[in-house]
């Protein structure tokens, strides 16, 4: 499954919580653009009420991946060198180690990810977006569909970052350190972390054409007490988002 969001009906999903607030964190999401006419935003992350100041994945209309800080007036890019594709399932993670250390990653592509090493903090961040910016007059909506939505509090290394792009869900990452899980099963309801959202809009939940892992992996989670027992077995499946 995935939440679907219409630019032109100006929909999206709003928590005034943030799952993290300052690095280090990792974002992870898959998205299927129904086109890139416009800049979009499938995530962004702001202190509530003065969304100017940012953390946000922009998705561009030359279809490159941008990780944009905005803080005190200015910007921090990082851009990918590669490009992503309409109407398909892509990937795209941005890993911020440090206040100096700004990354994004474009379909698993290391070789073409974006950089930036010029320090760049935004301070009272408390709430986060899905499918738009929610600055002073709301922009950059996402046309298509998001699932697979992860947010961690660490910085998740090359290997963790390769297996996400590969097809492997966020819940089989690190599962201590994931503080928000949307897989798409909801517009409104997510795992690990019981946040509110405020619609913007009728985000609805597609069945189709959604991401397949392209290794025949999946990996089977058991509580254990207050830990997880992780083990591994191979089948032929889609996504749990499906």
């Known amino acids: 499954m995935a939440i679907q969001f219409t630019a032109s009906s100006s929909e999206g999903l709003k928590s005034a919580q943030s799952a993290v607030t300052a690095a280090p964190f990792t974002w992870s999401l ?56 309409d109407t398909a399932w892509n990937h795209v993670a941005v890993i911020e180690t440090a206040a100096d250390d700004h990354k994004i990653i474009l379909n698993g592509d290391t070789g073409d990810q974006g950089t930036n090493t010029d320090s760049k903090t935004v301070s009272g961040v408390d709430s986060f977006a899905l499918g738009y910016r929610p600055k002073s007059s709301p922009d950059q909506y996402f046309d298509g569909r998001l699932a697979e939505v992860g947010i961690w509090n660490v910085a998740l290394n090359a290997g963790e970052l390769a297996a996400l792009a590969d097809g492997i869900s966020c819940y089989q990452i690190r599962p201590s350190s994931l503080k928000l899980y949307t897989p798409g099963v909801s517009s409104t309801q997510e795992l690990i972390q019981p946040y509110s959202w405020t619609v913007a809009g009728s985000p609805s939940i597609g069945f189709t054409d959604t991401p397949i892992y392209r290794r025949p992996r999946v990996r089977n989670i058991l509580p254990a007490g207050s830990d997880m027992i992780i083990s591994d077995f191979y089948r032929d499946l889609s996504l749990s988002i499906h």
Do not use: C, V
Request: negative net charge; hydrophobic residues 25%.
């Open 30 to 85: 898959w998205f299927y653009p129904d086109s890139s006419s416009g800049n979009m935003a499938p995530l962004t992350m702001m202190p509530d009420g003065h969304a100017n100041d940012r953390y946000q994945i922009k998705l561009k209309t030359n279809n490159e991946a941008e990780y944009h800080i905005r803080s005190s007036g200015s910007n921090e890019n990082s851009t990918t060198s590669n490009t992503f594709s």
